[in-house]
């Protein structure tokens, strides 16, 4: 296996853990579901991105239906989720942080993907962007709740950087591994800054933000 399929690999597995993880906990947060419900929409959130970017790339089957490890990391994110759900709630800080963590893994591997398949340096982010909003967004249209990616400050913003310092980065012959780090990392800060800050991404001249 190549350097590139490596560092990818252990990235989105990385991911789609925190992904379903968190994913999960907002399904208790906001909904009333069983088991069935907090397992499904921890796998939506951390395989529904990935999913999207493998169609547009053509790499059919998507991984996650090739590769066992992707279901069954996700469903272990949920069932984590929704047997120490309640006592994981409590603690909001490590849960942006687990957010934040997943959006920016997804983000880089995502990007680095992509770059498997030979596609545009513009395509290239994109799909990394695309596989670190993408489930997030699934799971807030099944719970009936407007997408964060479309509400939420700075959040499909860091994942963008993220996936353009990479694949800059890969354009310019640096090591994969070193890379991925840096991008995971910038994405990572500025998330969390625009979160500690409540930055927001800008909105139309004259709008009002929804409080």
Do not use: H
Not at 194 to 211: D, E, I, Q, T
């Amino acid at each position: 296996m190549s350097t590139v399929s490596s560092t990818f690999l252990v990235l989105d597995l990385t991911g789609t853990f925190a992904f379903a993880l968190n994913g999960a906990l907002t399904a208790l947060r906001v909904a009333r579901v069983d088991i069935v419900g907090v397992v499904t929409l921890g796998m939506f959130t951390a395989l529904g991105g990935g999913i999207v970017r493998d169609i547009l790339l053509n790499a059919l089957p998507p991984a996650t239906f090739s590769d066992w490890r992707y279901l069954t990391v996700a469903a272990v994110g949920g069932l984590v989720a929704f047997f120490f759900g309640r006592r994981l709630d409590r603690l909001a800080k490590p849960i942006l942080l687990l957010d934040a963590a997943g959006l920016s893994l997804f983000a880089v591997s995502g990007a680095l993907k992509a770059l498997e398949y030979d596609v545009g340096f513009g395509q290239a982010v994109i799909l990394g962007t695309i596989t670190a909003v993408g489930g997030g967004t699934l799971r807030d249209v099944l719970i009936r709740e407007i997408p964060s990616v479309l509400t939420s400050g700075l959040y499909a913003i860091p994942a963008l950087v993220g996936a353009l310092v990479v694949v800059t980065a890969e354009r310019l012959g640096a090591p994969t591994l070193p890379a991925a780090i840096a991008a995971a990392a910038v994405c990572f800060i500025i998330r969390m800054l625009g979160v500690r800050y409540a930055l927001n991404a800008p909105s139309p001249p004259g709008s009002k933000r929804a409080p």
